[in-house]
């Protein structure tokens, strides 16, 4: 299906209008930040959307879900009030009808650009991400050859460092509402001369608001850095994560005797060496992700352990080789390993399976040029190219390219990319799950190592807009086409690909300062495509709206989303239509908050209210969301 003649022509118009290239615009500040994300352009005219601390703060987020819920084009699916669970959808991305369903996922996450996900079935796990201690959360709405690889699009969380200056700052938030929800963070940071050192520690529980939707998240995470002298620098970092989730089940069916529980842990190592000097600036990070994900007492399931491990490596160059020239070099080696050890329903059997290592190497080069048309344009032109070699599957090349037309008012872009989504550990791992489970064994087949790789063939276009100091608008029209898309069938327990599709869509987006230090938001995405299995979590009009600042004294942060119908899971991933069609919604939310200067700089006391108007909705059918729920906190702060 193609796009609406009027909807083409209306994006064409905005794209001719121009907007800004974000490098160039130190005159332009709009200082009212809402609750949504600020577009950002690269050198290679890729775009991204990225989430500061001052909104993960106004979001009242516990966890990456909360962070996301108000960025245009981004869906999730949940159905506690905290944290998520791995069966069924409830923990997923869906960023541009991407992300479709498990096992596997198109969307990958990171933290400081080391992959942080669940390998075993290839997925993000949105509560074992924590949103406390990040300086911000980049959305990368596509392929970004030139950024990450093995993806068809991504989300990375950047923790906060230490600035130039000695001393040390830090903040503390607590809170207490509805379903007895407690949620705690606290994060601080400093430097002293060459020695710079983070720690940041979250912790969030809930009764949930159905029996048996109780979920509990705690981390841990900290750095220590030293200047080795003026070029080089070098750090080492770590992070603890343990969360434990029930899953109510339907309220279409019986309660379960014993409510299925999802924990999840992991701990992260990173080593990183960096340098930079005036025409090359670089650095080598090296990791280590261990964890485990355990399934218990689920009544179809029985009990499942499933540790893993991912280690490798980062390397990335930036040169000058020119004047207003960039070359980007990189190189990324990953390698991922686990096993399943299930006990069936009755406990009366136990098989392990030891999965086979899956390791890729990806190797890039990147290049773009400023060229200088005259005193107010410029033009920068791009291209480069992501390779890959799988010790499974067959090596691919991710070439890309784009262009911006760029002012001090405009910018003007476009960009070309290929995705490529190697199947993982998902692969043997539910081969062997649904052999075992049926009685099968464990000598499963083969027919893993037949699949191709995803392809996704992306274009987009788009514009930026700074009408005045006060105003931003942002616009962009894309298009991905996907084939290879690899699924299960349960029957034989064997796997296959299948299917060719093309998703369609425009996101327009904009934000003005309405009074000083109040601005408005409002943003649209519409999403068309072609796949003759109902995509999950697409729904073809979703808005997005949010008003923050300050009136007074008070700090009001309020934000709100409306999305017509949509699909919800589809679980099997086996080719078939999805049928499970959810009804729109529109939910809004609201924060205030009180400054009490006695406990700092950013010290209030809040009120948060989800879901004023008492919305009846869900995600998924059975798992109806909360109602209206809410809390109360106090924030603190030193520097």
Do not use: C
Request: no cysteine; glycine share 10%; hydrophobic share 35%.
């Amino acid at each position: 299906m193609k796009l609406h003649k009027t909807k083409l022509a209306l994006a064409a118009s905005l794209i001719m209008a121009g907007n800004v290239y974000a490098q160039n615009l130190p005159n332009v500040i709009v200082t009212a930040k809402p609750d949504v994300a600020e577009i950002e352009i690269d050198k290679f005219s890729s775009v991204s959307a990225v989430i500061t601390d001052d909104t993960i703060r106004d979001l009242h987020a516990a966890d990456l879900a909360s962070a996301l819920r108000n960025t245009p084009g981004t869906q999730i699916s949940r159905y506690n009030p905290v944290g998520s669970f791995g069966g069924d959808e409830g923990g997923s991305i869906f960023i541009r009808g991407m992300g479709l369903s498990r096992p596997g996922s198109e969307i990958k996450t990171y933290i400081d650009n080391v992959p942080m996900y669940m390998p075993i079935w290839n997925h993000a796990v949105l509560d074992l991400l924590p949103v406390n201690g990040m300086k911000n959360i980049t959305i990368f709405k596509s392929p970004q050859p030139q950024v990450t690889g093995n993806n068809f699009a991504s989300i990375n969380l950047t923790t906060k460092t230490a600035g130039p200056e000695n001393g040390a700052s830090g903040n503390a938030r607590i809170s207490y509402g509805s379903y007895n929800t407690v949620i705690e963070q606290v994060d601080m940071v400093g430097r002293s001369d060459d020695i710079d050192y983070s720690l940041a520690q979250g912790y969030s529980k809930s009764d949930g608001h159905r029996t048996n939707a109780s979920g509990q998240l705690a981390n841990i995470m900290g750095g220590l850095g030293m200047k080795i002298n003026q070029n080089w620098s070098a750090s080492v970092s770590g992070m603890a994560l343990n969360n434990s989730v029930k899953d109510p089940g339907s309220n279409l069916s019986a309660s379960p005797a014993v409510a299925p529980t999802y924990d999840t842990a992991a701990q992260m190592v990173t080593a990183v060496l960096k340098h930079s000097y005036d025409l090359v600036e670089g650095e080598f990070r090296v990791y280590s992700n261990t964890g485990k994900g355990n399934l218990n007492n689920s009544a179809d399931w029985g009990t499942e352990d499933q540790p893993f491990t991912m280690q490798g490596f980062r390397w990335k160059e930036s040169v000058t080789p020119w004047q207003n020239g960039t070359l980007l070099l990189g190189l990324d080696y990953d390698s991922s390993y686990g096993s399943i050890t299930q006990t069936n329903v009755a406990k009366t059997s136990t098989a392990k399976t030891t999965l086979p290592t899956f390791k890729m190497t990806s190797p890039y080069v990147g290049l773009s040029h400023n060229l200088l048309l005259n005193s107010a344009w410029s033009l920068v032109p791009s291209a480069g190219v992501r390779t890959y070699q799988n010790n499974y599957y067959a090596s691919k090349a991710a070439p890309y390219g784009g262009v911006s037309l760029v002012s001090d008012k405009v910018t003007v872009f476009a960009n070309a990319s290929k995705g490529i989504n190697y199947p993982g550990m998902e692969g043997p791992a539910l081969t062997a799950a649904v052999l075992t489970n049926t009685g099968g064994g464990v000598n499963f087949s083969d027919t893993w190592k037949q699949l191709s790789p995803e392809e996704n063939n992306h274009l987009e276009v788009g514009t930026k807009i700074f009408p005045d100091k006060k105003s931003r608008i942002d616009m962009s029209l894309f298009q991905d086409t996907i084939s290879n898309r690899y699924g299960f069938s349960f029957a034989n327990a064997s796997w296959f690909n299948y299917g060719k599709y093309t998703m369609q869509g425009v996101e327009l987006s904009g934000q003005r300062e309405i009074i000083p230090e109040l601005t408005v938001f409002g943003g649209w995405t519409y999403l068309n495509n072609d796949s003759t299995t109902n995509l999950p979590y697409a729904p073809q009009n979703a808005f997005n709206a949010a008003i923050t600042g300050y009136v007074g004294k008070f700090r009001l942060s309020v934000d709100g989303q409306y999305q017509t119908a949509f699909y919800g899971q589809n679980l099997n991933r086996n080719g078939s239509s999805n049928t499970q069609r959810m009804d729109g919604y529109t939910v809004a939310n609201a924060r205030v908050s009180y400054p009490i200067p006695e406990l700092g700089k950013k010290g209030e006391v809040f009120v948060m209210v989800e879901n004023i108007f008492n919305q009846q909705y869900s995600y998924r059918q059975g798992y109806p969301m909360p109602g209206t729920w809410g809390s109360i906190g106090l924030s603190a702060s030193f520097n």
